[in-house]
């Protein structure tokens, strides 16, 4: 069974890896919030600084991905603690006339971090491929930002038993071919899309199972690599029940939606992903 060791695989020194071996999972859990269309200026600041009044206690990995409007912002005001801040979605493109998008370079520019790509609400709410989601990735990796590629059946794939299949397709279309990924600069999100924002959440057995499948896969294409890659869970998680989906094996954080809109709420699912 895997090891998860407090230390992220970015800053692992070489002699932790040498203690835990070439082969043992060093992740450190991300909790992120999705704040979707959510927050003007001043909210938005308070929810952020809530976060950092926190976040010292948390041993987890902290990231907001506001709105586009407030990237800079909330950038500004995590700056200098240990909040990292991630935007929603960028467009493929380098620049151009593309109305009302902004680029992987723009999101860097602002001061983030990270870029959640491949939401279901982009996927199925605004038509967006897994090809497209890979040109995303992709230049998203050219700016150095960490892409967090959502993934996720809908209910009637999953009552049709198809789950793991479409689990796999999204990750071989989605994800580059290049040979690029790697744990720094890629994070899975697995999120049903059934469970996103209803308040339903698939039985902790059916939770194992994805995961375990989206490692087992990564592991196919990316060796020993994938075993540094983070796998978040993603869909109607809360403080109610964030500490037994976070100890589900190959479960590294959370993608957490309606929840990250309080500073309370989401500081709770960090303690949580600290145990
Ligand atoms: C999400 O939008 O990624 C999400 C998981 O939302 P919620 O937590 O509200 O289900």
């Known amino acids: 069974m895997l090891e998860h060791v407090q230390c992220d695989v970015t800053t692992c020194n070489s002699s932790e890896k040498q203690q835990f071996g070439e082969?043992?999972?060093v992740r450190k859990k991300l909790i992120a919030g999705n704040w979707k269309m959510n927050m003007?200026?001043?909210d938005g600041a308070a929810l952020a600084r809530g976060v950092v009044a926190g976040a010292e206690n948390a041993s987890c990995e902290l990231l907001l991905c506001p709105p586009s409007t407030l990237l800079s912002w909330i950038a500004e005001t995590v700056h200098g603690s240990t909040v990292r801040v991630g935007a929603q979605d960028c467009h493929e493109a380098q620049s151009g006339a593309f109305t009302g998008d902004i680029s992987a370079a723009m999101v860097r520019d602002s001061g983030a971090s990270h870029v959640i790509l491949g939401h279901s609400e982009r996927r199925h709410g605004l038509g967006e491929t897994d090809?497209?989601?890979?040109?995303?990735v992709e230049a998203a990796h050219g700016d150095n930002l960490v892409a967090i590629v959502c993934i996720g059946e809908t209910e009637v794939e999953r009552d049709a038993g198809q789950t793991l299949e479409v689990l796999s397709t999204q990750l071989d279309g989605s994800?580059?071919?290049?040979?690029?990924i790697?744990?720094?600069n890629t994070v899975i999100a697995y999120e049903p899309v059934w469970a996103i924002?209803?308040?339903?959440t698939p039985t902790l057995d059916e939770v194992r199972a994805a995961h375990a499948h989206i490692r087992a896969h990564l592991e196919a294409s990316l060796g020993e690599e994938a075993l540094q890659v983070r796998i978040l869970y993603g869909g109607s998680m809360k403080p109610e029940n964030a500490e037994k989906l976070l100890t589900i094996e190959n479960?590294?954080?959370g993608l957490i939606g309606g929840a990250s809109l309080s500073a309370e709420?989401?500081?709770?699912?960090?303690a949580a992903a600290n145990v």
């Open 40 to 42: 003007l200026h001043t």
């Open 182 to 184: 790697t744990g720094a």
């Open 265 to 270: 709420n989401f500081l709770a699912i960090a």
């Open 251 to 253: 479960v590294d954080g």
């Open 131 to 136: 090809s497209r989601v890979q040109a995303k």
């Open 175 to 180: 994800l580059p071919t290049s040979g690029t």
């Open 23 to 25: 082969d043992m999972a």
């Open 197 to 200: 924002g209803t308040g339903r």
